[in-house]
């Protein structure tokens, strides 16, 4: 999914979650301060009736009592305790859970539960002159309400996953490009395509000597089997040839390009700068298969790379990032690299290694630390019409 596509729905998400969040507390709040001034009104009201009840009718009637307390409170069944009370007296009134000690003597204390119940209470003025409090536990926070919340809740949720859902469909549906297209830099409409007037990062050389043209078939053409590994972590020098004849012969039955990539440097003659090399090497090429120690009697030793399905100027910038990366870690080894593709030939693999080290020489010998061999295809169907006449 496109990365700005995928910040804005990820943006949204968190915006709605966090949305859905502040209207649960706000709810929340305004549910409980509606609920504490009508508990408080409510209270209010019945301490009137108490006093009233008290200047009118001594001695009280606790029957009557029970009965002001039904008609004005009981009736609500949010009210889950009531409690009317003196230090003096003790409890003259109660409703609620079940309390240990007589209710009488002793004041029973309940705690609301949070965040469903409130506790509020009230001061109440009787002709005894003692101070009594009415106290009263509502619940606010009804199974209602949390019902309200789920339902919100599961709605927002359904729409975050249909929307989900859609984007990855849509996604899905695009067309996948092909890694070729999506690794190769297309060019600027100032670039150069024309070999011959190209910078030196790009050679033809006229005196490569190709030699005879190997057969596909040869005996010493490789299985797709795993090659043993160096203790460097690259394939060993020997297995070069076997594997590229294979893989030459795979891109040329799917019609892909290939590319050989060889490297080499200063001071490799170090084993820890040349362990260093090999493991950028298989940090920026993770296909241990594919990633060789070579030997030069002259230069020392290097690493080649093959890579299938990928173009002379894809290749080259990719060795263009290692060599900066080198640069930068182990600026004494000074790497240089050298090119050469399929191009659309059917070609073995001392071909492909042939042009790639004639690039390689010219890239130690000159300014330009990446240097691809360019393919004159003329020349190239002359040599195979020689080879097959001398066969």
Known sequence: ?????????????????????????????????????????????????????????PPQDPTRLAELFRSSLVKDAHWKMLLLTSPSHGTEYYRGPRTDGDPATSVPTWSPRFPRELLTQVDVFLPDGQPWVLKGVYEFYTNSEILKLLRASGLTLLV????????????????????????????????????????????FDDELDLGDLPPLNSAQEASAGPSLLAPSGLSWAHFLEQRLNYELERCAGNNQDLTLLLLGGTDLQSETLYLALAQEVRSSFPSLELDFETKDEKHGPGVAVVLPDRSLETAMAEAQTLVGRIDRLFPQIK??????????????????????????????HSSTRVVGLKTDLDRYREHVVRATANS
């Open 160 to 203: 975050l996953v249909l929307l989900t859902t859609l984007l990855v469909l849509i996604q899905s549906a695009r067309k996948e490009p092909t890694r070729e297209q999506a690794s190769e830099p297309q060019p600027s409409r100032t670039q150069k395509t024309d070999f011959e007037s190209a910078d030196d990062e790009y050679w």
């Open 1 to 57: 999914m496109n990365t700005a596509v995928t910040r804005l729905y990820a943006l949204l998400v968190a915006l709605t979650l966090t949305a859905l969040v502040a209207w649960a507390v706000t709810d929340w709040f305004q549910l409980q301060e509606k609920a504490s001034l009508g508990a408080q009104a409510a209270l209010r009201k019945t301490a009137g009736l108490l006093t009233d009840w008290a200047i009118s009718a």
């Open 335 to 364: 790497l240089v690299a050298g090119a050469a593709s399929r191009a659309g030939r059917l070609l073995g693999a001392a071909t492909v290694i042939k042009e790639a080290s004639s690039a390689l020489g010219r890239a130690r």
